[in-house]
């Protein structure tokens, strides 16, 4: 157990392992060119951020007296005779799935989604500040974690949602004063004493909430002032604050706008940032259980690194991604699927043709996406705290916490469409392709090699040899394995027969859907 490189094969179960934990496309297609790079190759890939996002658009509503159809609306007024928020948020939802599910393999999407829950924003009415604090997160998510949470602190998202624009000299509100020590930085130790946590103190959160005043957010439901947050002096609080034996009693005098850098720069002097940090990555990437011997073999170094780097993100990944520790067998479908990887991951897998789709029925498909991932309790802007999803931090459920009575039902429904019955995109009726699938094979004559060659991409781990005689036993029904051969070389033969495709397409689809079924297919 090391942070030294991996230097094990590279083939298609460790490939897959890491195309799974880093992007929401794990598709045949892209492990084809992983195998064909190397892991460096695909390292620095999948590290690359994404450029020239384009931002969401108005992608059907006719009432917008500033935004025609096919433009954006992130910068335009707001007007207050037309209700805009319901198709901006809308067009928000659907856009930021459409980033995931039409991504590379760039990790960006899966970072800005794990900061996203780290630097919880919800119940912001105007979609315009939303996008802003997306696309925070998106310039800043593999950047230096330091001057991250300087732009966290001033976002004017952030300001409205823990109450930073409501922080004054005359009523100091300690909301984010508290979140940035408990849930963004240090994390909150045991109690040892009277408001004292190891890491703060009840003191310190009344301090910092001192040194935070002054700053607010406008332009919110606004028709002509642009969204920004601003620092008025006259509402900050201009004492000497004094932080406790948990900071070295260190004092912060009075720096107007830029005091709030002040305090950061003494937060990131602890060592506890990195440690906590570290382990927030390790079990969003990882797993959950952080033994003893992960602690002092993984995170505390992965934690100096992340230190001795002056806290650049990218650096800490890529030491992760290159490590033995992250291919150890061990940890290949060992973590239980979000809603967004099982939803994007099943979607992107089987190359749906939503592509082509005009404009409005790609941004519907894209939002049906959206609420699908909110009905398995993973919702975007809606988290159920400022904690996060409980997924990453309720012990001792974890990762289980996303399969419950109401989530699976939900996970069943999507194979059954997907394979089944289909969905309507307009004049389209969109289902999975048996024959698209088969195209994955390396050699389709040969039913034993389907099935290792399909199971390969749908679940982490592989079969074993009961699921491999119930898979077979589906498309043969007992008959020896030559008969499937026969079957569709006869098919091969004359492709244009209905009745020997469609007895192939019955027998593929059985086949691929019950695979999808498996237990296994809830991994990554």
């Not at 995931?100 to 999407?109: R, Y």
């Not at 699927?337 to 592509?355: R, V």
Request: include cysteine; glycine fraction near 6%; hydrophobic fraction near 40%.
């Amino acid at each position: 157990m090391s942070l030294d490189k991996y230097s094990g094969p590279w083939n298609s179960e460790v490939a897959l392992h890491l195309l799974r934990r880093t992007s929401f496309v794990p598709k045949k297609s892209n492990l084809d060119q992983a195998l064909l790079d190397g892991m460096d190759a695909t390292v620095d890939k999948i590290l690359t951020p994404k450029t020239n996002v384009e931002p969401p658009l108005n992608y059907a509503f006719e009432n917008d007296p500033n935004v025609p159809i096919g433009e954006t609306w992130v910068d335009a007024p707001f007007s207050q005779t037309v209700g805009l928020n319901q198709y901006r948020g809308a067009s928000l939802a659907g856009w930021i799935i459409g980033q995931m599910v039409e991504d590379s393999i760039s990790i960006e999407e899966k970072m800005i989604l794990f900061w996203h829950n780290h630097f919880v924003v919800s119940n912001i009415e105007d979609p315009r500040f939303l996008y802003r604090n997306y696309e925070m997160l998106r310039t800043n998510a593999l950047g230096n974690f330091r001057t991250f949470v300087q732009k966290v602190t001033t976002d004017p998202s952030m300001l409205r949602f823990l109450n930073g624009n409501q922080n004054t000299v005359e009523a100091p509100n300690e909301n984010y004063a508290r979140e940035l020590l408990e849930l963004f930085t240090l994390g909150k130790g045991e109690a040892v004493g009277n408001g004292d946590y190891t890491t703060y103190t009840e003191d310190d959160v009344q301090e910092i909430a001192k040194v935070l005043t002054g700053w607010r957010d406008v332009g919110s439901n606004s028709g002509t002032v642009s969204i920004s947050s601003v620092f008025q002096n006259f509402r900050h609080d201009k004492s000497t604050k004094q932080l406790s034996h948990r900071f070295d009693n260190v004092q912060i005098s009075n720096a107007g706008a830029s005091e709030y850098k002040d305090l950061i720069d003494i937060i990131m002097e602890k060592d506890e940032v990195a440690t906590f940090i570290v382990r927030n990555i390790y079990r969003w990437f990882l797993y959950y259980d952080i033994t003893e011997e992960i602690e002092e073999k993984i995170i505390e170094p992965l934690a100096a690194i992340f230190r001795d780097s002056d806290y650049e993100i990218s650096t800490v990944m890529d030491t992760l991604l290159r490590s033995e520790h992250f291919y150890d067998a061990c940890h290949v479908g060992a973590l239980i699927k979000s809603p967004m990887d099982f939803l994007l991951n099943t979607i992107s897998l089987f190359e749906l043709p939503t592509t082509v789709l005009q404009l409005s029925l790609r941004y519907q498909y894209w939002i049906s996406l959206f609420s699908a991932a909110g009905s398995m309790q993973m919702n975007v802007y809606g988290h159920p705290s400022v904690a996060g999803w409980k997924a990453y931090y309720q012990s001792p459920a974890y990762y289980r916490v996303w399969l419950n009575s109401v989530t699976l039902p939900l996970r069943k429904s999507l194979i059954d469409v997907l394979w089944i019955t289909g969905f309507n995109l307009g004049d389209m009726n969109v289902k999975i392709d048996p024959f698209a699938v088969l195209e994955w094979v390396s050699e389709p004559t040969d039913i034993n090699v389907i099935i290792e060659d399909v199971s390969r991409m749908l679940v982490p781990r592989p079969l074993n040899d009961g699921q491999r005689a119930y898979l077979k036993g589906l498309v043969l029904q007992g008959l020896p394995d030559f008969e499937w051969t026969v079957e569709y070389v006869d098919y091969l033969a004359d492709p244009d027969d209905p009745i020997k495709k469609g007895a192939i397409n019955l027998k593929l689809t059985v086949l691929f859907y019950s695979m999808c079924q498996l237990p296994e297919f809830q991994l990554s």
